[in-house]
């Protein structure tokens, strides 16, 4: 477990947090999305009670190392002020150097400095170490909250974390600290769910979970190249082809794993890949050559739902059907509704699945709602994201 905000003493100490402020900016740079930034409130405040003197770094869009006016930072600060009007915040134009160090330094507890978007220097995507070693001279702690960059290895990210005592904020802490502990000591029986259309993404999540999980369950799109690989027919539904040799490599492996490997037992298909499709269920694997699959058929939903029911830990991530035309919604809906209902832990990760649990809203019943992107996805493969890597543990 990573040593988090709680863990350490920040009385009087420049704090220096590295957040995600990479918001959506309109033509005239205001921010038309506040969410990451309200997101990150509980942490800020939370430093901000504590005594921190908080110095926070962001990036915003790819200047590629060169200072852009409308990837200025400034719409952000001002936001943030919004949001905080008791707060005094002060903005840098500079993330290293003399200037930044003293007004570091002059900032007093409860008071926050604001740097400019840290990719307008060069030296961060490179990871440059005397860069980050002006970056660490601004503070005293350095705390990573940028839980959707924790796959880059950027001066702001690993480069100063090396250098100062460290330790995660609250987003981050809660994202890797609940997989690392459910990768570590999973509660059994350990169900992973995995659905969506691209198969090349979440292969590799499959092959992690060969060793630890008692059971994987794969429906969507991503289904129909591992039932390929075992020779049925599948008519016109999406296929990865490069994939197959992979797959039939990965339900080999499964067999000698002793995890159960559940694929569709039938299947909801349509005529055509429209919303005007009406659902035809075929009765086993197979499907006539001129359909499509579009969504779990109902003996199938019936296994899933069953062996999720049983499960004290589940990961779910990808929708098991083309669930944005209601024809196809039913898989999707049902085990959104069982991954719910589950006793044990449960993370649900991906666009798609988190829209389909707040639809539902079923989010109070869901453990923890992984929502980081490509870091997440990681994570699930069981990547070392350097990020997370170069803080400390507990
Ligand atoms: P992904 O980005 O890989 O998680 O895929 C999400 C997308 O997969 C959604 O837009 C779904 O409509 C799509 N999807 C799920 N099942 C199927 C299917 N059987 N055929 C085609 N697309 C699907």
Known sequence: MKKTIEDIDVKDKRVFLRVDFNVPLDENGVVTDETRIIKELPTIKYLLSKGARLILCSHLGRPDGEIKDNLSLIPVAKKLLNLLPLTKIKFSFQCVGEKVEKMSQELKPGEIL??????????????????????????????????????????????????????????????????LDIMKNPKKPFVVVLGGSKVSEKIYIVMNFLKKADAILIGGGMSYTFLKAQGYNLGNSLIDEEKIPLAKEILEEAKKCNVKLLLPIDHKCGASFSTTAK??????????????????????????????????????????????????????????????????????????????????????????????????????EGQLLPGVEAINNK
């Open 114 to 179: 604001f740097l400019e978007n840290i990719r307008f220097y060069k030296e961060e995507e490179k990871n440059d170490p005397i860069f980050a070693k002006k970056l660490s001279k601004l503070a005293d702690i350095y705390v990573n909250d940028a839980f959707g960059t924790a796959h880059r290895s950027h001066a702001s990210i690993t480069g100063i974390a090396r250098l100062l005592p460290n330790a995660v904020g609250y987003l981050m802490g809660k994202e890797v600290n609940t997989m």
């Open 279 to 380: 659902a035809i269920v075929t009765s086993g694997p197979d499907m006539p050559e001129n359909l499509i699959g579009m969504d779990l058929g109902p003996k199938t939903i019936k296994l899933f739902t069953k062996t999720i029911r049983r499960a004290k830990t589940v990961i779910w991530n990808g929708p098991m059907g083309v669930f944005e035309f209601d024809e196809f919604s039913e898989g999707t809906e049902t085990i959104a509704r069982a991954v719910a209902k589950a006793r044990g832990k449960t993370i649900v990760g991906g666009g798609d699945s988190i829209a389909s649990i707040r639809l539902l809203k079923l989010d109070k019943k869901i453990t923890h709602m992984s929502t980081g992107g490509g870091a997440s996805l990681a994570l699930l």
